[in-house]
């Protein structure tokens, strides 16, 4: 489900792209959702799975994130990874004046994961300036 926002067209068109390019660039990256801190996805690409779906996990995710780096004083939250037996996913925040974005990227077991975080950070500065 995609909704409606105040998020610039740039920052869209942003997102569209450079999510396409993040799954088509980084070896073992099998999704790429961007969307908005109350779970509607807003761009994706995607080789499997639901982006509506990972959008909402991302959303959770990034909240409890939120509420831990609070609460223990440690400033606002950027990412979050999860490491699991045949892959991980990273959820990082963006931060932007018209909006809150959530980037989540699911990978499997040959992606590399200081790439990915590599990859990330920079697409989350992008959208951050965009």
């Known amino acids: 489900m995609s909704v409606n926002l ?13 999510a396409e390019h993040f799954l088509n660039d980084v070896n073992g990256v099998t999704a790429v959702v961007i ?12 080789r499997a799975g639901d982006a509506a779906r990972i959008a909402a996990m991302a959303s959770s995710i990034s909240a409890i994130s939120s509420v831990v780096s609070q609460e223990a004083g440690l400033g606002r939250n950027k990412s979050v990874t999860i490491d699991t037996e045949s892959g991980f996913a990273m959820v990082y925040s963006v931060h932007r004046e018209d909006a809150e974005l959530v980037i989540n990227v699911i990978a499997d077991g040959s992606a590399i994961l200081g790439q990915v ?14």
Do not use: C, H, N
């Not at 969307?35 to 995607?46: E, H, P, Q, R, Y």
């Open 6 to 18: 105040k998020l610039s067209p740039t920052a869209k068109v942003i997102a569209e792209r450079e």
């Open 35 to 46: 969307a908005t801190v109350d779970g509607f996805d807003i761009a994706s690409a995607m």
């Open 117 to 130: 975080a590599y990859r990330i950070a920079q697409f989350a500065r992008m959208l951050a300036e965009a």
